[in-house]
């Protein structure tokens, strides 16, 4: 799940001043702040800001426009991602737009409470585990079968249509029909979190209207409910060994932690429905948008880990997220005081030309070290692999030589003044011949 600490929306009503960037200070009040968040800079491929932003040789740490401490060379969000003291931020911070909004007992509030995402020591670490420990690299290839038959219903459901929208009617899709599988959900269940989940996704823009705001309320309450009910119905009538593990592991932990493992499991698998979907259309628009490098790998399967990795360095869904300092933190000269939260450029990382010469190009034989794309340290996202082998489950699929994918419409916008980097649609269609 990814956010913001804060409001935007009511730093934008005040006007943004344009700051001269001054050499580094050990202050964070004399940090230059990075109007752009407020503008039509704030968006679309990001080119234009990144390389503004890289050329001023001198500026390392800026400040966000809510205040929060703001990190966007490689370097910086490398060594701050695996401080210890730069934890999650907590839930009454990440959501305090939602309480101002719908008051205390906002679900998205108890949902975002709910997730690992927010959570600290002590809690963070066991709670992180249970999750993490059936999803680690070397066990996420027990649900592939789950997403070749997910990727395979939908590409007979969307072959010989004239035109789909990739997001939400290829990548929504086989999310919801991945984890429906994993968790033993009904095609109804499936069909029903499959309208509810794209509309999550305007708790990640900065200019919500509180009519949108109420609306997302309302999708996240049924969110919650259906995923919780049907996790839990899971448990009861006999789960799979994953979860069996899981939930052994969470009654085990000796710490603060959420009600039971069905409401902290639904939580945590927000990113599972919502990232990985963004995530999948990012690598295929890349591509696509490539002919000749889909070519490439068509020709050559063995390419197609190299797509996933090449497509989200460039368009990562999570453009940032926020970090929070749990004690005095010294960084680069600048002290960050305890309780400041801090914006992870991830996206920015991922362009920086001291690491990535060329930073704008597609290039499929670039070495992986060094991307942003899944954080960094203690933190360091735990759905990543079966975030892999999902998409390039899809993406082998997809580019197999019985599948012709055409874009059909323009795919070029990208959602405005978002911390998610989301296509506003994506024309396509599928033949499998
Ligand atoms: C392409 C897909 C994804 C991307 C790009 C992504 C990116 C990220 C990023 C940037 C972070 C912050 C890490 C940090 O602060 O250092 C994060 C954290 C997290 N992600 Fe993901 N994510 C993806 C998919 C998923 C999936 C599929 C799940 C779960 C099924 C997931 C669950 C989480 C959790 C629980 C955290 C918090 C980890 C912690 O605090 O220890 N993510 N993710």
Request: proline letters at 7%; aromatic letters at 8%; a negative charge.
């Amino acid at each position: 799940m990814r956010g913001l600490s804060s409001d935007f929306r009511t730093l934008f009503e005040g006007q943004a001043m344009h700051e001269k960037r001054p050499a580094l200070s050990t202050s964070i009040d004399d940090l230059p702040v990075l109007t752009e968040m407020a503008g039509d800079r704030w968006g679309g491929d990001f080119g234009p800001l990144l390389a503004d932003l890289f050329a001023a040789e001198d500026t390392s740490l800026m400040r966000a426009l809510d205040g929060s401490v703001l990190a966007f060379r490689n370097a910086d969000l490398r060594a701050l991602s695996a401080n210890r003291d730069l934890g999650n931020l907590p839930a009454p911070l990440l959501t305090e737009a939602f309480e101002a909004s719908v008051g205390a007992e906002s679900a998205f509030k108890r949902l975002a409470a709910n997730h690992v995402f927010t959570m600290n020591p002590p809690s963070h670490g066991p709670m992180r585990q249970v999750f993490a420990r059936q999803f680690m690299p070397n066990k996420v290839d027990r649900f592939r079968p789950a997403a070749i038959k997910a990727t395979r219903r939908i590409l007979a459901a969307a072959s010989g249509r004239p035109e789909i929208d990739f997001l939400t009617d290829f990548s929504f899709r086989l999310t919801t029909g991945f984890w429906g599988e994993l968790l033993g959900f009904s095609q109804a269940e499936v069909s029903e979190l499959n309208s509810l989940v794209p509309h999550v996704s305007q708790a990640f823009s900065f200019i919500r209207t509180d009519e949108q705001t109420r609306l997302v309320e309302r999708r996240a309450a049924d969110y919650l409910a259906l995923v919780s009910t049907g996790i839990q119905r899971s448990l009861d009538v006999g789960p799979p060994d994953y979860l069996v593990e899981m939930a052994a592991e969470f009654e085990n932990a000796e710490v603060e932690k959420p009600d039971n493992i069905a409401l902290m499991l639904a939580a945590t698998l927000l990113d599972g429905f919502h990232t990985m979907a963004f995530g999948l259309t990012n690598v295929v628009h890349a591509l696509l948008t490539r002919p000749e490098q889909w070519r490439a790998v068509q020709n050559d399967p063995a390419l197609v880990p190299n797509a996933f990795h090449e497509g989200l360095r460039l368009a990562p869904p999570a453009v940032f997220t926020q970090r929070y300092a749990l004690a005095d933190v010294e960084h680069a000269g600048v002290s960050i005081p305890k309780g400041t939260p801090v914006t992870m450029f991830w996206l920015a990382g991922n362009r920086d030309p001291d690491v990535f010469p060329d930073p704008d190009a597609y290039d499929l034989a670039r070495p992986v070290a060094g991307r942003t794309t899944f954080g960094g340290g203690i933190h360091l996202c735990p759905g990543r692999s079966v975030a892999k082998m999902v998409i390039e489950t899809a993406l082998a699929e997809l580019t197999s030589p019985h599948i012709e994918v055409t874009v059909t419409g323009a795919a070029d916008q990208w959602v405005p003044m978002s911390s998610m980097h989301e296509l506003e649609r994506m024309p396509v269609s599928i033949e499998a011949r």
